[in-house]
């Protein structure tokens, strides 16, 4: 894309400029000389949007991108980076337009650092390693070209630190708390479907499938309707119920300490009272303690075979 912008593609234009041995005329019927204009405006192997006018259509391919941040080595030299270029560069000045279209602008450093520093004699150090940063960004926030990191190669690195805005990816699911209203509904309305069926004549394979299927969208439909819509993210707590969110939007609202002293007391209560009630179901239901911890699990206990002297277990010392 930079290439492009600056018209310094590998094209015919090009390698008549640098003086190279390859073709340098388009390969379409009209044999001219392959330049950029040529390419995006004129040339009929280029394919184009149906009905977009050709000549407009390049300056619009940027559109769709956003940039937080665009570096590189764009070999372009101009006045505005680099005090020691004279005259005006009209390819920076449309690398300079084309940057303020994706919402990002040449960064400038208050005291001017060389960022290529040539092999060759006789090449004096320029900055033609740029880079563009958000226009909206911190007032003051510039890169640092650390030519403590140069190596071997010619070029310094360009290092620069971007804030960025916490982002939070939520998932909405259906959910039904236990014990909630919700649940209560559901469950109504199941059973009052369950009590309509009729199963006076299920004497075939085809008339229990139909009830089955009867059953299944019956439950989804008392599902769909009563459950209720839940964003779900990394803060998503288990434990977390009705009177906690009440109090969360309270707290909200009036930011005052005796809120924030209720939210911390539901939240307490709601902790002790699902901890209580998982430790209550592991202890006294299932009987399964490997539950709390998930790096365990259930494990098959051992075989054992006696080994039998005339049809009897030897498993006592006493001889017979």
Request: aromatic share 8%; proline share 5%.
């Amino acid at each position: 894309m930079s290439r492009s912008i600056l018209n310094h593609a590998p094209i015919g234009e090009y390698r008549r400029r640098f003086n190279l041995s390859e073709e340098v005329n388009c390969s379409c019927h009209n044999g001219g000389l392959e330049t950029r204009a040529h390419i995006l405006d004129q040339c009929p192997k280029y394919t184009r949007k149906r009905g977009a006018p050709a000549r407009l259509e390049h300056k619009n391919y940027l559109e769709f991108l956003e940039l937080q941040c665009m570096a590189g080595d764009f070999n372009c030299h101009s006045s505005v980076w680099d005090p020691r270029h004279e005259g005006n560069n009209h390819v920076a000045t449309s690398l300079i337009d084309a940057a303020s279209d994706l919402g990002v602008e040449v960064s400038v450093q208050p005291v001017r650092t060389p960022t290529h520093f040539p092999h060759a004699r006789g090449l004096v150090p320029s900055v033609i390693d740029l880079m563009f940063l958000p226009q909206d960004r911190l007032v003051g926030l510039t890169h640092e070209v650390r030519t403590d990191w140069i190596g071997p190669s010619d070029h310094a690195p360009l290092c620069v630190t971007l804030p960025i805005r916490a982002t939070e990816v939520a998932s909405e699911r259906l959910a039904m708390p236990k014990g909630s209203k919700e649940e209560s509904l559901f469950l109504q309305a199941l059973l009052t479907y369950i009590k309509s069926m009729d199963i006076s004549n299920i004497d075939t394979r085809d008339a229990l499938e139909d009830l089955i299927a009867g059953l299944a969208r019956a439950c989804n439909d008392a599902w769909n309707s009563n459950a209720k819509t839940v964003k779900v993210n990394t803060r998503s707590k288990a434990w977390w119920n009705a009177d906690c969110a009440t109090a969360m939007r309270q707290y909200r609202q009036s930011r005052s300490p005796a809120d924030y002293g209720a939210l911390r007391r539901a939240t307490k209560a709601a902790k002790r009272q699902f901890f209580d009630e998982r430790i209550e179901t592991i202890a006294t239901k299932n009987k399964r303690p490997w539950d709390l911890m998930n790096w365990t699990k259930q494990r098959n206990l051992p075989t054992y075979e006696a080994i039998c002297y005339n049809e009897a277990p030897c498993n006592t010392m006493d001889w017979k």
